[in-house]
């Protein structure tokens, strides 16, 4: 940023000089230069008490003609701390400003506004916008571990489908879909995804009470606020960001080939007294790949995935203006190539890519000295091709169904595919179903008018904003489904007979479907700021109102949605010592009754900025800021899921049923009650915060800390406890749960220069731990089977206590469910009542999200070189494998793949009490893969999410182009995992793997600024 | 002055946003219908009354894992998929907590959904302005309260004594806890309700369909057989006094199950399956072949294939026979999934051509005793063609009733749709239709359900017949009373009459005169076993007669579907183990399903669950 500053041309006054007639005038001559030496153009040097100044020229040069030799010089430029000398009868005078210390003056955004950072009590975080800079497409992706307070999962890598669940401050509320934060960008509550992180201006974080009491019923979840950069007055800025990647999965899952999958399936059934499903001369024959036709050994990863594919991204923007107008432009170009393997049979392209094209156009007018006009308007295009048939995490679960020995992945001469409907060729999904292409088209639009009433009342201003925004995604598919065959054997000549195993369609059908948006939104505030000596006030009244409309499949869906509200802000600080703040929203949702619509959401802050008490000045030499923040409140979250209009009933449409003899007919549709009508209101959250603030060493180490507590009651939910014999179609909702959280997120950066090498340190960590205190559910027999008490996010199961040993431990142990022999997991009776079953299941483990988030980064610059490593890392979490795939020969030898650690596993010869897995088996044959904590693994994992190194290309290369300076860098993401768990990867959650893998990506850039 | 305009544009368009005010949220759909509404409109409620029909299951789909599990559980069959719950279930591998084919809430929404119809339709005003108005309501009013009925009594067959609910009125949603706390009723007190329940519709009801668009609606003589079925579960060792439930109690200690045997139950089941017989509406469907002559193989393919015959009482006009049953009882090559097995002790049962058993029992090695007088053969293969084999079938398959060719399809035989696939069905390991490359597609038990595949359907081009789903026929009410009759009334001769007729339709000799009463029920019981095949009878008659614990726990035999590779590859025709089943005595029942115990303090879980 300070860059940028130096190289503005300040426009100033002309500045006329006046000598003193009666005093001898000085002439006085020097250099202004930066810390690191080089000259600043454009700095004021104003003579103290007068109008009389100059300013340096291109090189930092200036001179001054000065009559008074007790004249005091002032030095003056934005982004510098301005520095008074005396004259004292020198005649030249080189000055060295030193940055600004911007703490001080810098501001955070707020809810509806900005404060001034020293005097602001609310829980929020910022993340500097460079950071998020990275070569992925989904910004959502990008947060966690930079901001303290950000928790969540990527549960996949798919492009256009990697959207990370994100929780600010872990999960409150029983359903995680409904824990999602707002998001507003630019005010306005509009996706995140498809932003262009070139074009983010500021990024907060709004965590407490009081920083999210005035969104009242949307603020319960936490708040993001994005604003978008806007241009500053200047020449024209322009600048060029071109970045090339190639990535790849960070981890597959690994699966056993052929021969192994035979010989484990012979075990797996002879091991329990089956019969062998392969002959020794078929395992030889597939050993031998003499004929791949009848005797396939397909490893199918290898045949859908690249190893690597390639993202590609370009930036240009230019910004400048002057006192009337600014402007900020920019153009953004992101690609990203799909790993997906196409056929060069398939006559049309099936690769999974996606294009998107961003622009960001925000003009600033100031039509009177007193009145602003913003206008912001951003758009994208997005193209997507993919696979007909499937989306990717369906054909993951595809290669998951098909053993490797089962088929090959085409015949010389036609297609490979068994009858089944669930055991389906990978391979042919992906490449011979045809395609769909995807566009969507957005547009965000917004402008805002700002008029300071100073002439009226002095601080007051007012300010209007109108916003439409508008979505629409197109989709054209064009599916087939070819014949498939089977080779069943050959003939004399020792060619292959088929068996046709499905008759299909050859020739590409269409389909296409659509959907979209719009969105008006408008608020008028009144704002008020002024400083009476020592106390500072502030105020802010604000109404607002939303109104939305998606295409939706009935209607209910297509009824817009609508929210409104008063918002109130209240602030007082006594020199900037004491600081008080009171919060409110008064807001409402169409989704209830008449009479309960409206909510008052209030919030109270206290803030103590201890470091400017009096007694506190002998020690600012070693801690130059300490503040102390508390805050309590009340929020709400109006989204309760599908359901909409919760206190009208619904008739819904039903199967029917059909009456007639065959000849004559007569068909009814169904009609019941779909929905009863119930008497419920939002949930509520009252949030408690106490921070701290600190900043020492200079300002250079700087520490944040809050701990937080929140109860959210009246969670909405269908009622558990209704039985099943009342009926009912669908379990009326209620206002019947609670859940507690709490936890700590902190921060801390600090910087230094260790010779010449300047160092920054930064770090966060977010812990967040939630308790159900109430979910309507019943009484359960014995109190380890409730959820009461535990996680929201709690997984449940068994508890192995390891494998039997031989039948005579099994005989004098409780009793098992099914087929047990030794090598089974033996599980604990935690009733005593001598049978494993129902009443055995306990809280297992801690749940497949995580209670710590973190992360941690070093970045060291020396000259023209920059060097930075972050690392992002999770803990206490823990996820449980099963299913198809997993669990060897889960479905018997008809289906389901095997994972290549099944060769761990407990035999009669090698009765290895730690195997990997029990005693195998074919089918379910007993409980040793329902959820127990033999297959549940620690997934605690710290990631190197990001690797960058630059080069600043020194500017002499540059400056006959006309660029000012510019930039060679490196970024990896993703590039190394450290977990004990190796499976698959390791954010993917639960089961068996089977979702697209986060990607690793390599990629080089360069930043050019003109 | 600009400033001055910029203010009032604001105040005005505050103004303006503050205007709309007043309706900015009252875009709610309150023009939306509602169930009132629905209750005031002829179609609406007639849509309504379709929807508690429609919590008859559709039983042709018995795989899916949402399909209806009697037939895979039972002895007669197997479902091929090892990923199916009746796969785990016959394994013994589930509980209470399992939730498997939890019917408990199915039946018990269709039972407030009938409750609330008959609560509600009285009110009807435009069907109450039309002609004949009130008699329609009347008549939809009993319809739904047939329907309750078998609900029930589907809720009794599986889980044994129920709770009967309020009989006018449905519990609000919002009811205080309280008022959704009962306890089960007695078996006896649900067997009554039902009954009465039954004949209070039939009351209101027409005896049979006077329009050709009411067939499939509950009518008089549909509510007269659901009801001689509920009384024969009733008179049946299970239900009456079967002391192994003696401490199958309330928590106050009601006891939910008779404990003394009461005969006249048998005579009541005999006169309620008599009084639909009387009816004389129904005779056994007889079809004849080309040359006019009676054809018992195609009587009994037909009966279930031509909608509406002569014997048919009740049937579910829309089902899943074509789209499921067919597609899993058909072979692989002939576009079908092979899904659907007959166990050997299946195929065993049926008796030869001469109407004798052919296998007696089993020796301890699984090996049959064979009843030498009945001329059947397990080794070797024909040399000549027979009315239903080609020669080079393997011997046990030849000569056998007709029912069984109408019945099963074993290696050697051909589709019913023969003209569509020509091709000799091969269930042997390397067989068209065996389990190499057959994916998860084959037979465990090499053999193949062949009963109520349409001959004009072709899986592979998906040209499906459709038809009703039988779900009650004249035979089932004939060896009902032949079965409660030879207990009310040992000796009387309709007893054997009615089976007699049964096997004369089949197309074997009658049953000699001089049997004991023990052998006539067991030769009832074999009729029964083999005329309602995969009709999803078998489970529950196996249970009611105590009898399960020795027909559906351990061993289960079929092919050796791992070997040969051809039609005359001895190793394939081999009798070999393909599961071993667990049978306990809590598997009399379903449990109820864990989540409702914990919901209802006062709601006790079956025995041994």
């Known amino acids: ?1010 | 002055m600009q400033f001055k305009t910029i203010i009032n544009g604001l105040l005005i368009a505050l103004a303006l946003c503050c205007s709309a005010c007043s309706d900015f949220f009252n875009q709610v759909p309150d023009d939306r219908m509602t169930i009132d509404e629905v209750f005031q409109r002829r179609l609406e409620s007639e849509q309504y009354l379709a929807n508690v029909y429609n919590y008859i299951r559709d039983e042709s789909d018995q795989t899916l894992s949402q399909g209806t599990p009697f037939m895979g559980l039972s002895d007669e069959s197997d479902i091929t998929y090892t990923n199916h719950n009746t796969y785990l279930m016959n394994l013994g591998n589930w509980n209470a907590s399992s939730d498997y084919y939890n019917f408990w809430r199915h039946y018990y929404v269709g039972i407030r959904s009938a409750t609330y119809f008959m609560e509600n339709i009285g009110r009807n005003s435009e069907i109450l302005a039309g002609e004949g108005g009130e008699a329609l309501i009347r008549k939809y009013s009993a319809e739904a309260r047939a329907l309750r009925a078998e609900f029930y009594a589907c809720l009794l067959k599986q889980y044994g004594p129920v709770i009967l609910l309020p009989e006018e009125q449905v519990i609000a949603p919002d009811a205080p806890m309280e008022e959704f706390s009962f306890p089960r009723n007695s078996y006896d007190e649900c067997v009554d309700f039902i009954v009465s329940e039954f004949d209070k519709a039939a009351q209101d009801l027409p005896l049979w369909y006077e329009d050709p668009l009411d067939y499939g609606r509950m009518n008089k003589a549909v509510c007269m057989a659901l009801k001689a079925r509920v009384l024969l579960y009733a008179a049946s060792p299970l239900w009456n006094g079967n002391t192994d439930y003696a401490n199958f109690r309330n928590k106050d200690g009601k006891a939910l199950v008779n404990q003394t045997y009461d005969a006249t139950k048998w005579k009541r089941a005999a006169d309620a399956a008599k009084a639909v017989m009387d009816l004389n509406l129904f005779n056994l469907y007889k079809r004849n072949n080309d040359k006019g002559e009676f054809d018992p193989y195609l009587s009994h393919q037909y009966v279930l294939l031509e909608a509406y015959n002569s014997e048919i009482i009740f049937a579910r006009k829309t089902n899943a026979l074509g789209a499921t049953w067919e597609w899993r009882c058909i072979p692989r090559f002939a576009g079908g999934t092979s899904g659907n097995g007959v166990t050997q002790s299946q195929v065993d049962a049926y008796q030869m051509s001469n109407g004798e058993v052919p296998i007696l029992g089993y020796n301890s090695d699984g090996t049959p005793v064979i009843n030498e007088a009945s001329g059947y053969v397990e080794s070797g293969f024909s040399t000549t063609d027979t009315p239903f084999t080609e020669a080079g079938v393997w011997n046990m398959y030849l000569n056998r009733e007709p029912r069984f060719y109408a019945s099963v399809t074993f290696t050697g035989s051909y589709v019913p749709n023969k003209a569509a696939h020509s091709a000799k069905i091969g269930l042997f390991f390397n067989g068209n239709t065996g389990k190499n490359n057959g994916a998860n597609n084959f037979s465990r038990t090499g053999h193949l359900i062949r009963k109520n595949v349409h001959p004009n359907s072709n899986q592979a081009t998906s040209n499906r017949v459709a038809r009703p789903l039988v779900l009650m026929r004249l035979a089932e009410i004939y060896l009902n009373y032949a079965e409660a009759l030879n207990e009310a009334d040992p000796g009387n001769p309709d007893a054997l009459k009615y089976t007699n007729l049964i096997r004369e339709r089949a197309g074997i000799p009658a049953l000699p005169d001089e049997l004991t009463q023990s052998e006539l029920r067991d030769r009832i019981l074999l009729e029964r076993r083999l005329e309602l095949a995969f009709e999803r009878h078998r489970w529950f008659d196996t249970r009611r007669h105590k009898q399960a614990g020795q027909t559906d726990g351990g061993k289960f035999w079929g092919l050796d579907i791992d070997a040969g590779t051809s039609f005359t590859d001895p190793s394939f025709y081999k009798r070999v183990v393909f599961e071993e089943r667990v049978f306990t005595a809590k598997n009399y029942l379903f449990p109820i399903p864990q989540s409702e115990i914990e919901k209802d303090p006062q709601l006790v879980q079956n025995p041994g669950w």
């Open chain 1, 1 to 1010: 940023m300070l860059k940028f500053l130096r190289r503005i041309v300040l426009i100033t006054t002309c500045l006329s000089v006046q000598v003193a007639a009666q005093l001898p005038a000085q002439k006085l001559a020097g250099a202004v230069t930066d810390e690191k030496g080089e000259g600043l153009p454009g700095v004021s040097i104003l003579i103290k008490g007068t109008q009389t100044g100059t300013i340096t020229d291109t090189k930092g040069l200036y001179e001054i003609v000065v009559a008074d030799p007790a004249a005091v010089l002032v030095y003056s430029f934005i982004g510098y701390q301005q520095q008074e000398l005396a004259i004292r009868n020198r005649t030249t005078f080189d000055v060295v400003l030193i940055p600004q210390d911007q703490s001080l003056e810098e501001v955070v955004v707020v809810g509806f506004g900005t404060q001034k950072k020293i005097t602001s009590i609310g829980a929020q975080t910022t993340v500097r916008p460079e950071e998020l800079k990275l070569p992925v497409r989904n910004l959502n992706t990008a947060l966690m571990g930079r901001l303290s307070g950000v928790m969540g999962v990527q549960r996949s890598g798919e492009p256009g489908n990697d959207n990370a669940e994100l929780f600010i401050r872990g999960i409150a509320t029983l359903d995680r879909g409904l824990s999602q934060p707002l998001i507003l960008v630019d005010g306005v509550e509009r996706p995140m995804n498809d932003i262009d992180p070139e074009d983010i201006g500021s990024f907060t974080l709004l965590k407490d009470a009081s920083a999210t009491a005035v969104y009242g019923v949307r603020g319960a979840n936490g708040v993001i606020i994005i604003t978008t950069k806007r241009g500053t007055a200047g020449r024209p800025k322009i600048r060029v960001r071109y970045t090339e990647g190639v990535t790849a999965f960070t981890k597959l899952p690994e699966l056993a080939d052929g021969v192994t999958y035979m010989e484990l399936s012979n075990e797996a059934s002879a091991t329990r007294g089956g019969s062998l499903n392969y002959t020794p001369e078929a395992i030889a024959q597939t050993r031998a790949g003499s004929d791949p036709y009848m005797y396939p050994n397909v490893d199918w990863y290898a045949t859908i995935f690249n190893k690597n594919a390639s993202n590609r991204n370009a930036n240009m923007n230019i910004s400048g203006g002057n006192e009337v107008a600014t402007y900020y432009l920019s153009a953004g170009y992101y690609s990203e190539q799909g790993i997906l393997k196409t056929d060069a049979l398939a006559k049309y392209n099936s690769k999974l890519n996606l294009d998107r094209y961003n622009f960001t156009s925000n003009l600033t007018l100031n039509a009177s000295k007193t009145t602003r006009i913003e206008l912001g308007v951003q758009g994208n295009i997005t193209n997507r091709t993919l696979p007909g048939a499937e989306d990717m995490s369906t054909i993951f679960g595809y290669v998951m169904a098909i053993p490797s020995v089962f088929h090959p992945v085409k015949y010389p001469d036609r297609l490979a595919g068994s009858t089944s409907t669930v055991i389906i060729n990978p391979y042919n999904a992906l490449t011979q179903r045809g395609y769909r292409t995807l566009w969507s088209n957005r547009l965000f639009s917004n402008i805002r008018l700002t008029q300071q009433l100073d002439d009226w009342v002095p601080g007051l201003n007012v300010s209007g904003m109108f916003s439409f925004d508008a979505t629409n995604n197109h989709n054209n598919t064009r599916t087939k489904n070819p014949d498939r065959y089977l080779a069943i054997g050959r003939n004399e000549n020792g060619e292959l007979e088929y068996e046709r195993t499905f008759i299909g369609t050859e020739y590409l059908g269409f389909g296409t479907s659509s959907s979209g948006s719009r969105q008006f939104y408008s608020e008028a505030s009144l704002n008020y700021s002024r400083t009476f000596g020592t106390h500072e006030v502030g105020g802010l009244i604000l109404y607002n109102q939303r109104d939305y409309i998606g295409t939706g499949g009935d209607l209910i869906t297509s009824l817009p949605q609508r929210a409104r509200g008063i918002a109130s802000r209240l602030n007082y600080a006594y020199a900037s010592r004491y600081l008080a703040e009171v919060n409110f929203g008064y807001n409402g949702s169409e989704n209830f009754a008449p009479g309960r619509r409206y909510g008052f959401f209030p919030s109270l802050g206290l803030g103590w900025v201890t470091s400017e008490e009096q007694f506190f000045e002998p020690v600012k030499d070693v801690i130059q800021f300490m503040k102390f923040r508390f805050t309590h409140g009340r929020v709400g979250n109006s989204t309760i899921g599908g359901r909409r209009f919760a206190y009208i009933g619904t008739v819904a449409n039903t199967t029917g049923y059909a009456f007639g003899n065959g000849q004559s007919n007569l068909n009814y549709d169904g009609r019941d009650i779909g929905e009863y009508a119930v008497d419920v209101t939002w949930e509520t959250a009252v949030k408690t915060n106490l921070g701290f603030e600190l900043m020492t060493l200079r300002n250079k180490l700087n520490v944040q800390v809050d701990l937080f507590k929140e109860n959210r009651e009246g969670i909405f939910l269908r009622r558990d406890a209704l039985p099943g014999f009342l009926g009912i179609q669908q379990a009326p909702y209620g206002n019947v749960g609670i859940v507690h959280n709490k936890g700590i997120d902190a921060s801390m950066s600090y910087e230094a220069f260790i010779g010449k090498v300047h160092l920054q340190f930064q770090g966060n960590f977010t812990y967040a731990k939630n308790r159900v205190v109430a979910n309507d559910e019943p009484q359960k027999d014995y109190p380890w089977m409730s959820r009461i008490g535990q996680k929201t996010t709690q997984s449940f199961g068994y508890e192995a206590i390891g494998l039997f040993r031989d039948s005579t431990q099994i005989l004098n142990s409780p009793v098992q469910t099914g087929d047990v022999r030794p090598g089974d997991i033996q599980f604990r009776d935690l009733n005593g009542d001598g049978v494993i079953d129902q009443f055995d299941i306990k809280p297992i483990g801690k749940g497949a999200y995580p209670e710590i988030i973190y992360g941690f980064g070093l970045t060291g610059s020396y000259k023209n070189f920059t060097l930075g490593a972050f690392f992002q890392g999770a803990g206490n979490v823990d996820i449980i494998m099963k299913d198809e795939g997993f669990v060897p020969f889960q479905a018997g030898s008809e289906r389901g793949n095997l994972f290549s650690v099944a060769t761990d596993r407990w035999t009669p010869e090698n009765p290895n009490p730690n195997a990997f897995y029990p005693r195998l088996s074919f089918g379910l044959v007993n409980d040793n893969y329902k959820d127990n904590t033999w297959f549940m693994r620690s997934t605690n994992y710290l990631r190197l999410k990001t690797l960058q190194a630059g080069y600043e290309l020194p500017d002499s290369w540059f400056s006959k182009v006309g660029a000012k300076n510019a930039r060679l860098f490196f970024i990896g993401y993703n590039l190394l995992t450290f977990s004990s768990f190796k499976l698959w990867d390791v954010e993917l959650g639960s089961g068996r793997g089977t979702n697209y893998p986060n990607m690793k990506t390599f990629s080089l850039g360069i930043d050019v600024n003109f």
